[in-house]
């Protein structure tokens, strides 16, 4: 059956949507390694990002409950980071005894040195899937339009997103939507294109 997206709700994410997000996020974000280390890190994740409180986060759903995409931003990325790494420490470490872990674990090792994108812009998009049976229909345009208006309730004016290089239909969607390539930086080893967007006052 196809769901007229008149008929798909936005609203918040809460702890009893991380199953079906973890499941989305794994089924369908190509090119992250984060997604690699496996469905129980990411329901450590998942939880310990909801539980800070500059996380503004969003799911998308049908009219049977089925989850169709979901969005998750931060409004201070450094206070997110403080909170969440020393939560996952233990995860991350499980998630990476394992042969493709320690290639990984490899990669996060190596973040450590890599450089941050300049200048500091404290809002961040980090993530944003859509399931496949959901896609061109605006849902992710939704998506970014709830979390937007969040923001400029508490009158943000800028933020970034950072997308794996060759991801060119995911650049393409971000260019389309009013977002400006700023730089790219090696992230775990590999090329990420960093775009920011400025939101009307």
């Not at 990002?49 to 998750?72: C, E």
Request: charged share 20%; hydrophobic share 50%.
């Amino acid at each position: 059956m196809t769901v007229a997206p008149a008929d798909i709700v936005v609203r918040r994410m809460s702890s009893a949507d991380i199953a079906a997000v973890v499941d989305l996020q794994v089924a369908f974000l190509e090119g992250s390694i984060v997604t690699e280390l496996g469905s129980r890190f990411l329901t450590r994740l998942h939880a310990a990002a909801l539980g800070h409180a500059s996380t503004r986060a969003f799911v998308a759903v049908d009219p049977d409950q089925r989850l169709a995409g979901f969005i998750m931003a931060s409004t201070d990325v450094h206070a997110f980071n403080r909170h969440v790494k020393p939560k996952i420490v233990v995860p991350l470490a499980l998630a990476c005894m394992t042969p493709r872990g320690l290639r990984i674990g490899w990669s996060v090792a190596r973040s450590l040195i890599e450089r941050e994108p300049r200048p500091y812009i404290p809002a961040e998009l980090l993530l944003l899937v859509v399931g496949s049976a959901f896609r061109r229909r605006g849902i992710g345009q939704r998506l970014l339009a709830a979390f937007e208006e969040a923001f400029r309730r508490e009158a943000i004016a800028i933020y970034r997103v950072a997308v794996r290089s060759h991801l060119e239909i995911a650049r393409r969607f971000y260019r389309a939507l009013g977002f400006e390539i700023e730089q790219e930086l090696a992230v775990l080893g590999y090329p990420m294109t960093y775009l920011t967007k400025r939101l009307p006052s």
